[in-house]
């Protein structure tokens, strides 16, 4: 069954791509291209955030074993501190894009923002639960970062990443206050500013 990028961009490889992590005072801004294989359709995919553990790990597995082109794309909180998270997240979408080894011919991106690409694209509002291939994207990128998440969380055991995955929550807000921050926090955030004295 075709997916709804080919209904509307019947003539056209198009990748869907989507964001991860615009809100933790922790890590990364990570963003995932996917163009999907419309003769290997992969059943239940939906906008990330709305599936459990296990079903976004079962899919994100089938993704990469299914996809006709993945590539992830990622700017550390140097840069999200640099440039500030909408331009950081911006510069990862290129990234995730120009990562990709088939070039696509159009690109959807969830949400109402486009970054500058080489080729055709255009922003999708609420993109992840209505277009496959953004919602393939939002997957891998979820996955992925979560899994940084559980790899810093072995680095700072006393953090509970694994837990909060660097967002602000009040055990994450508990943990700075009473450890600091890290080298992975995100110095130009209120909280962690705050933490470090420079508000």
Known sequence: MPTEAEFQFPHLIVAGVDEVGRG???????????????????????DSKKLSDKKRDLLFDEIVLKAKAFAIGRANPQEIDQLNILHATMLA?????????????HVLIDGNR?????MS????????????EISAASIIAKVTRDREMEALDKEYPQFGFAKHKGYPTKLHF?????????????????PVKKALGLL
């Open 24 to 46: 933790p005072l922790v890590g990364g801004v990570v963003t995932a291209a996917v163009i999907l294989d419309p003769n290997n359709p992969i059943a239940g995919l939906a």
């Open 93 to 105: 979408m290129q990234r995730a894009v120009a990562g990709l080894n088939i070039t696509p011919q």
């Open 114 to 118: 486009v970054p500058q690409l080489a």
């Open 121 to 132: 694209s255009q922003a999708v509002v609420k993109g992840d639960a209505r277009v496959e």
């Open 174 to 190: 508990e943990m700075i206050e009473q450890h600091g921050v890290t080298t992975h926090h995100r110095k130009s955030f209120k």
